[in-house]
Each structure stands twice: as structure tokens, then as C-alpha cells.
């Protein structure tokens, strides 16, 4: 197991394909169009976002074997590897790649949430290990995403899991 560190000023975390996934929405992206973009990754297997509950920063353990942990919730999405690596990325990063057509993500200060995976498609359980609404979480690991490779490319997410609008 890897074990990652990420800050998160807006209660999102995500992991997203750096090959594949294109940030740009407009200049003046309204939120809507921002959440049908995601969707749209989703649906390309290029991103996989999440809401934490809550503002923090994040210890996110990344395993390439799926066990029997359990946590407070849990949910699998589907995401594609097409240049070896996956990552990490906050919402803040997706909003800046949203917004400008010349940043390029992951930015510099998530460079080291990049992991190395084999090409192919992954079923990925994300599990988040506390109650965001508990005040004491003395969890090691806030979130796990376990990978489980798969031949054929399914259904994945047509809303953000965990949030409320």
C-alpha cells in the first residue's frame, strides 16, 4: 500500500487519468457547468470525484488488491490507466484547470500525489474510513481506493457521490 497526502479546501477529492482527462471549461465557468463536465469525465473513465464531508487534509492510502474493509461509506467507480500513472487532485486544482486553457494538471504542488498503475480499466472502491460529522477521527487513513482491474468498460457515475447540491 501507498500512502498519499492531500489538502482539501472545498470538500472534494478525486483521482483523475493526467493523459486523459481535459480540464478546461471556460473562463467563466458557472458551477453547473462544472459539475456536467466532471460527469462527462466520469463517463469517459478519465475521473473519479468525490465529496469528503468536510474541508481537510486527507491521508489517501492507494492498494492494487481489493479486501474486505469497510469503512463509514464506500463506493466503486470505474477509471481507465492509458500512460501508467494515475492521480490524486483536489477540487481546487480542477477549478483552475477549468478555468484557464494553459495550466496543466496535476499542478506542480500535487505532483507527488502521481502513482504508477498498469495500462487498463479499474474498478476502484473508494472507502472513506470516518464520519465526517464526528468531530474526533483519529483515523491513520482517511480514504482507501482499492484497484481491481477489469476487462470490459461499464456504466460509471452520472452524479458526484457523497455531495449534496
Not at 489538502?7 to 478525486?14: C, P, Q, R, T
Not at 489517501?60 to 481489493?66: A, I
Not at 487513513?141 to 452520472?158: A, C, G, P, T
Request: a negative charge.
Amino acid at each position: 500500500m501507498k500512502l498519499f497526502r492531500i489538502s482539501d479546501d472545498s470538500g472534494f477529492l478525486g483521482l483523475f487519468n493526467p493523459q486523459r482527462y481535459r480540464s478546461f471549461v471556460h473562463e467563466d465557468w458557472e458551477f453547473d457547468q462544472l459539475v456536467n463536465h466532471f460527469i462527462n469525465q466520469f463517463q469517459k473513465n478519465n475521473l473519479l470525484l468525490w465529496g469528503t464531508g468536510r474541508e481537510g487534509t486527507w491521508t489517501v492510502g492507494v492498494s492494487n488488491k481489493v479486501s474486505n474493509l469497510t469503512g463509514f461509506r464506500e463506493i466503486e467507480g470505474k477509471i481507465e490507466v492509458t500512460d501508467g500513472r494515475l492521480c490524486l487532485i483536489n477540487y481546487e486544482s480542477l477549478t483552475m484547470g477549468a478555468q484557464f486553457e494553459d495550466v496543466v494538471l496535476p499542478e506542480e504542488e500535487l505532483e507527488d500525489c502521481v502513482f504508477e498503475m498498469v495500462n487498463g480499466i479499474y474498478k476502484t472502491k473508494i472507502i472513506q474510513m470516518f464520519d465526517p460529522n464526528e468531530s474526533n477521527n483519529n483515523v491513520n487513513v482517511h480514504f482507501m481506493l482499492e484497484f481491481d482491474q477489469i476487462n470490459e468498460i461499464e456504466s460509471n457515475w452520472k452524479v458526484i457521490p457523497w455531495f449534496r447540491n
